[in-house]
């Protein structure tokens, strides 16, 4: 971004330790709430958990960091990517009506 002229101050360089603050507190909250959960999720929640956008980029994390890549990350990837696309589309279409409206 700041190659293209994109960055209009240098606070900007803030913006990636921003993000870990907000990835830590978040992560803090959640375990601690998970310490007040007396059963496991039903299997409903598990399957929709385990769809999630957050817990796949999560495991290819995971795997990366541990320096135990598979071809298992590849699909999970392509999940990512998928999914981005297909919001990119679809919000595309709804900031298109909007703006004809």
Same mark, same amino acid.
């Given at each position: 971004?700041?190659?293209?002229?994109?960055?209009? @101050? /240098?606070?900007?360089?803030?913006?990636?330790?921003?993000?870990? %603050?907000?990835?830590? #507190?978040?992560? =803090?909250?959640?375990? *601690?709430?998970?310490?007040?959960?007396?059963?496991?999720?039903?299997?409903?929640?598990?399957?929709?958990?385990?769809? @999630? /956008?957050?817990?796949?980029?999560?495991?290819?994390?995971?795997? %990366?960091?541990?320096? #135990?890549?598979? =071809?298992?990350?590849? *699909?999970?990837?392509?999940?990512?990517?998928?999914?981005?696309?297909?919001?990119?589309?679809?919000?595309?279409?709804?900031?298109?009506?909007?703006?004809?409206?």
């Amino acid at each position: 971004m700041a190659v293209m002229g994109l960055i209009a @101050s /240098p606070w900007a360089v803030l913006a990636l330790p921003a993000a870990a %603050l907000i990835s830590f #507190a978040t992560a =803090a909250t959640g375990v *601690w709430l998970t310490t007040y959960m007396k059963s496991v999720y039903p299997h409903v929640i598990g399957v929709i958990v385990a769809w @999630s /956008p957050l817990y796949q980029g999560v495991v290819i994390v995971r795997y %990366l960091v541990l320096g #135990a890549p598979s =071809a298992d990350l590849a *699909w999970r990837a392509g999940y990512l990517i998928a999914l981005g696309a297909l919001g990119l589309a679809l919000a595309g279409r709804r900031i298109g009506k909007l703006l004809l409206a």
